[in-house]
Structure formats: C-alpha cells, structure tokens
C-alpha cells in the first residue's frame, strides 16, 4: 500500500511559480515510476510528467517542456514539480500518481495503482 498526499498549490499569475510536493509512503517498488497528472474542469485528466526511478528518466507533456521539471528524493520520499512560467491554462487540480504499469506511451505508463488527493493550482491572467 502507498499513500500519497500533494502540498504547494495555490494561486498565482501568469508568468509566477509554484513548487508542488508530494510526500509519498508505503511500498518502495511502487514508487518506481511516478507521475503528475492535471484535470480542469470539464476536461479529461492528463499526464504532465513522469519520472522512472531506475535511471531517473523523466517524461513531459508537450505544453510544459521547458516550464516545469519533475524531481524525486527517494531518501526523503517525496517527489516535486517545479512550475515556471505558469499560464492560465495550467489551472488544474493536480494529482500525484504512483506504482505505474502496463504499456508506456509517451513517458507514461496506462495504469497507476495509487492517486493522491490532489492539489488546486490557479493561474489568473
């Protein structure tokens, strides 16, 4: 079992930054590849960013390569994303994933047994 539990979010304006964390705890062979997903609303869920343990590859979305940058500290069990050049479309709840299977497309595995709570980003023009 792991538990996965999101902080950092909030408001800012285009252009600012926000530094999301996740602090995750349980199961060390499910926190091999992890993720940040987003959903705003009315929208489906999609994949941000994910990064592989074993070798610490990381994978981005199209629309935030080069602005933000996934991280994970296994010693202190968290994960981050760091959000620069924040848009008002990167106003989503953003959600941390952990324990990915299945097939990879694009850096992110079909499946993630483990979602955290999620965390309201809010970008304002």
């Known amino acids: 079992q792991v538990q996965l539990v999101e902080s950092g979010g909030g408001s800012v304006q285009a252009g600012g930054s926000l530094r999301l964390s996740c602090a995750f705890s349980g199961s060390s062979s499910s926190t091999k590849i992890m993720a940040w997903f987003r959903q705003a609303p009315g929208k489906e869920r999609e994949g941000v960013a994910s990064?592989?343990?074993?070798?610490?590859?990381?994978y981005y979305a199209d629309f935030v390569k080069g602005r933000f940058t996934i991280s994970q500290d296994i010693a202190k069990n968290t994960m981050t994303l760091q959000m620069n050049s924040l848009e008002p479309d990167d106003t989503a709840m953003y959600y941390c994933?952990?324990?990915?299977?299945?097939?990879?497309?694009?850096?992110?595995?079909?499946?993630?047994?483990?979602w955290g709570q999620g965390t309201q980003v809010t970008v304002s023009s």
């Open positions: 990064i592989f343990t074993a070798g610490g590859t990381t």
């Open positions: 994933a952990a324990g990915g299977y299945g097939a990879v497309v694009g850096g992110f595995p079909a499946h993630f047994g483990y």
